[in-house]
């Protein structure tokens, strides 16, 4: 690995010239703290993701580029198709503590966000019982990750919501004949009720994301 030398508080920062990217950064410590719960998940199928997304649309930022530096020392982060940056958990990067630097686009507002969704898509016939266990995953992800009397306050996930690449997908067919609707921007509700007695989904293309569905409060 290149290093580069590099000092600077804690902050996350946009660059206020339009003719350039939104540079981002944050001290790995920051990222560690939540990232870190991936390391207890290595038999689950679900993981904690970093990613930005758009304001306007609500999908994942395109990344320019994501790297970390601590003195001397340069590292490039791999940035997955979906956007998740990609920041390796371990415990001698946290004694380092290195500061990570991400490059998003400059025309759009990028925020920070840390989500749980599944380590692979969601892709062709999925029943009741896939979708329980991936529900209870993500339950318990969540419960670990609000310490340890979050479960008694925490909402119950009642599905998951399907992201995919707005304008590929435009309906799930249920076994039942029922449609689930793709909206304008890529995202379909699949409930543990749609799938009861023995009804499948067809999801006719890959997910970009699959992440928790909790119902609004009225």
Known sequence: MKWRLF???LLIAGLSNSAYAQEYMFTYSKLYSPLKHNLKQLDSDVKVGLF?????????????KAWMEKEQHHEDLR??????VNVPVDDNLRSANPLV????PANARCDY???????????????????EVTATEMQNLLGDLGGMFSSWFAPDIEGV??????GVSTEILLSNGKVIPVSE?????????????????????KTQRVMPYIKQQA
Do not use: M, W
């Open 52 to 64: 930005f997304t758009n304001f306007a649309t609500k999908q994942p930022c395109s990344i320019e």
């Open 161 to 166: 919501t399907l992201e995919f690449i707005p």
């Open 7 to 9: 000092t600077a508080a």
């Open 113 to 131: 966000s840390l989500v749980v969704l599944t380590k692979k898509p969601f892709f062709g016939n999925i029943d009741h019982s896939q979708l």
């Open 101 to 104: 630097y991400i490059h998003t």
């Open 185 to 205: 921007q890529g995202k379909a509700i699949l409930k543990l009720s749609d799938l009861r007695d023995g009804v499948t989904a067809d999801i006719p293309v």
């Open 79 to 84: 940035i997955s198709e979906n956007g998740e």
